[in-house]
């Protein structure tokens, strides 16, 4: 059975030290890992000025996107005329800016605010605060408002949608991964830690996570772990997954269930091509696009000894009037081509099915080296 691996970290003094080991014959993965982080303490901020010339150089080749909409009911009385992520902290800052002092202090300069909800005092604070701190090319926050275009008529459908809508302008970013963030979340963290586990594993996406206690907020989104360290699934509440429980002792690797901080890293071309092709419908990242994704990885792992034919279509090959289904495995020299023009045939356990006349090469079918259909 194939399953979906999943690295996990231990806080200590805030630092992720602890790499849990991963199967070395996963071949062709995508991996979805939790970085936990127990630091819940209030940022120290400074002059935008002064964090912006921290290490400027290192971790240039990540972006972060920011989402400062959020329309959580609980915070209404606060939101009537503003954003989630405009709302006042201490004397002249907004909840955003905890996050964005996060980035630099993390030596991320390079920050995308996406927004539409309420957007107009957030716009304001962001332009007034972050466009005369002396920023260059490789280093900038961007407010990128809301709009409709002649492609799209209509408002954003959800944060994952805002970034599909904006790709032409993010594919053009000098980065090779994004780091999504709620805009409107009160924390601080040190993001260079899921950073580094998110190129040491090569995963494609890396989830930051939380051990769940008895006392938690209900709208975690909702990780399921078996005891070998892998994700088995992702709930978008706790209503729709209620056996949480208390937490065992991480030395004991007994963990189940972890709470998602709605942080993950994303790599760049991933991002592209689960937006605009594998999840094209997706809307939101919580609760269709992680989850979407976890299944789609979890499809498409694969161990050395699962087949010696690679996934895609073999050296040599000739397809004609055929329609060639996902992670279809074609050896070489194969020839597809209906070569006794039948109409209507069905070999489901090979994976052969012919309508019409088209050859259908069903999902994880493997066609063997010199076939001819």
């Not at 059975?1 to 080991?21: D, F, G, Q, W, Y």
Request: hydrophobic letters at 40%.
């Amino acid at each position: 059975m194939v399953t979906l691996e999943l690295a996990s970290v231990v806080p200590t003094n805030i630092k992720h030290t602890l790499l849990r080991s991963h199967h070395n014959e996963v071949r062709t993965r995508k991996k979805f890992l939790l970085s936990v982080c127990s630091s819940t303490t209030m940022p120290n901020f400074q002059q935008a000025d002064q964090l912006l010339s921290v290490s400027p150089q290192e971790n240039q080749s990540v972006a972060a996107i920011l989402f400062g909409n959020g329309s959580d009911c609980k915070l209404c009385p606060l939101m009537r005329r503003r954003s989630a992520g405009a709302i006042p902290l201490g004397a002249k800052y907004r909840l955003i800016d905890a996050v964005v002092s996060n980035c630099i202090n993390s030596n991320i300069t390079k920050l995308y605010a996406l927004t539409q909800f309420n957007s107009t005092s957030l716009n304001s604070h962001l332009t007034r605060t972050y466009s005369n701190v002396g920023l260059g090319k490789e280093e900038f926050l961007q407010v990128i408002a809301a709009c409709q275009s002649p492609e799209n008529q209509s408002w954003f459908q959800g944060n994952a949608d805002a970034v599909r809508r904006f790709l032409w302008m993010l594919e053009e970013c000098p980065a090779t991964e994004f780091l999504i963030l709620p805009g409107y979340h009160l924390y601080r963290m040190d993001y260079q830690d899921i950073l580094q586990l998110h190129h040491e594993t090569r995963a494609d996406i890396t989830i930051s996570a939380l051990r769940l206690e008895e006392r938690h907020d209900k709208g975690f989104g909702i990780l399921k772990v078996d005891s070998d360290n892998k994700v088995l699934e992702i709930f978008e509440n706790e209503t729709a997954f209620p056996l949480v429980g208390s937490v065992k002792n991480s030395e004991d690797n007994k963990h189940t269930t972890y709470a998602s901080m709605g942080i993950y890293v994303i790599s760049k071309d991933v991002m592209v091509n689960i937006l605009k092709e594998d999840l094209s419908w997706a809307n939101d990242f919580k609760s269709e696009v992680i989850p979407g994704a976890i299944s789609l990885g979890m499809k498409n792992m694969e161990t050395k000894t699962s087949s010696t034919i690679p996934t895609g279509i073999g050296q040599g090959s000739f397809i004609q009037k055929a329609i060639i289904d996902k992670n279809a495995r074609i050896g070489k020299r194969v020839m597809i081509i209906n070569n006794d023009n039948i109409q209507e045939g069905s070999r489901e356990d090979e994976g052969i099915v012919i309508r019409e006349g088209i050859v259908i090469v069903t999902r994880n079918a493997i066609v063997p080296d010199d076939t001819i259909l």
